[in-house]
């Protein structure tokens, strides 16, 4: 981990040119590596020395995006993958395996809770999803002899629940369990969860820190910090021999590297979720100016909330950035220079108004995707949980005017016109 400042590090951190070397990242499109001699190709096999040998496993343009990612969330080893998706999944079956128990907040991902709720369900990990406002006692009870970790998003996409980090480390780690945070919305630019307890980070790479819409990727950072060995009953996979890998223990060979050495040489060998050096590439520049588009879109969010909420046609705003908002307290404590570009409105009349507005917007466009440079809007009702009745959504925290608005950085002015012109229709 290096000293600097969030901004330097987005610049400085990861690829470390020698002398003569290219000064930008270079893009190793390759899948192979070449030795010399066969010993020193088995040592890689054998995890006795550093080294490439196959791009699923370790490539150099990935590993200097890795270490950036980090140095960026103040942990000691991060592994990328090819969505953010991928990353949710590898954190948690990295130590979690069939006849486990994961808890997982309720306001999440719709992805997330699909891959838990649904998916990790037919692999033999059970999960109970919990409301995340509750206190600590409430959030007890739902901890099991076989519970392995506690996930939560520390900005919820799309409900912007804003996560109590050091309440949620305190319950996990009361039972012996690490707390993984999904980081995405907030960035490390305004939230590094591992400063506030979380153990280990994880990124959908495809919003902010890519910022521009051109890749799909995720990130898993570990800080460190959780003692496997301490919990050696509750996490075999990393304290006892892996048969699968010469019967290597992982905490006993890589210490604090083991939970990411783990992720690599195991489950990325045998799942292959793996991005391309290209995106890795695409992926860096976006970080390079990752704090600059950060401040940018909490400034022209703040505008457009106030905006909003100021608003006859609106009948309420969800953002945390406002003073009345629910978490506005929580967001001042973990994300004291904002929180995010996402906010989410509904319109008085409820789903005509919010079609009608939608369908009016010159400048924003309709898209399945937040988090990135160009102002966009999503009509959940219409689209993520087009399946639902009405009843179904206000179950789900969805009222069927809702609309998420993902604020880019195109100037304010130009922002707040279109939606001017567009709530004149609704
Ligand atoms: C988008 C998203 C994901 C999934 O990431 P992909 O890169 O689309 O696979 C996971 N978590 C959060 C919070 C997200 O916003």
């Known amino acids: 981990m290096s000293n600097y400042e969030i901004e330097t590090k987005c610049i400085q951190s990861g690829w470390k040119p020698k002398t003569g070397e290219p000064r930008m990242l270079p893009i190793y499109q390759s899948t192979t590596f070449k030795y010399d001699t066969t010993e020193q190709m088995g040592k890689l096999f054998d995890l006795e020395a550093d080294g490439y040998f196959y791009t699923r496993l370790q490539n150099p343009t990935n590993d200097a995006v890795a270490a950036k990612i ?112 999904d980081n995405t919305f907030a960035t490390p630019v305004n939230c590094r969860p591992i400063e506030w307890g979380a153990d280990i980070v994880v990124h959908s790479t495809t919003k ?16 460190g910090n959780f003692d496997w060995e301490a919990h050696a009953d509750r996490f075999p996979g990393l304290t006892t021999p892996d048969e699968s890998y010469h019967g290597i223990t992982y905490t006993k060979k890589f210490g604090k590297a083991a939970y990411i050495t783990k992720a690599t040489s195991q489950l990325m060998r045998d799942l292959g979720a793996v991005p391309s050096p290209m995106n890795c590439f695409l992926l860096n520049v976006g970080l390079e100016t990752l704090p600059l588009r950060v401040e940018r879109h909490c400034y022209n969010a703040q505008k457009v909330a106030e905006y909003l909420q100021a608003h006859e046609k609106v009948a309420k705003v969800n953002y945390a950035g406002l003073p009345g908002d629910k978490y ?73 005017g809702l609309i998420r608005l993902s604020v880019g950085i195109e100037n304010i002015k130009d922002i707040i016109a279109d939606l001017e012109q567009a709530l004149l229709q609704a």
């Open 208 to 223: 902010y820190m890519d910022g521009h819409a051109m890749q799909v990727g995720g990130a898993i950072v570990d800080s």
């Open 328 to 400: 506005h307290e929580l967001a001042k404590k973990y994300m004291p220079n904002g929180t995010c570009g996402v906010i989410s409105f509904e319109l008085k009349g409820g789903r005509e108004p919010a079609v009608r507005f939608m369908d009016s917007l010159k400048m924003a466009s309709i898209v399945t995707h937040v988090a990135d440079a160009k102002t966009c809007v999503l009509h959940p009702a219409s689209h993520t949980h087009r399946q639902m009745t009405d009843e179904q959504l206000v179950q789900a925290g969805i009222s069927p």
């Open 70 to 181: 980090a140095d960026l969330e103040g942990g000691v080893a991060a592994i990328l993958t090819s969505s953010g998706q991928a990353a949710n999944f590898y954190a948690v079956f990295n130590i979690c395996e069939a006849g486990g128990h994961v808890i997982c907040a309720s306001a999440i991902y719709g992805g997330t809770f699909n891959l838990l709720g649904v998916t990790l369900g037919k692999l033999g990990i059970e999960c109970t999803f919990v409301d995340v406002d509750a206190d600590e006692e409430t959030l007890s009870k739902a901890f099991r002899p076989n519970t392995k970790a506690v996930i939560a998003e520390s900005i919820s996409n799309p409900a912007l629940v804003v996560l109590d980090i050091e309440k949620m480390a305190r319950v996990a780690h009361a039972h012996g369990v690490p707390l993984i945070v």
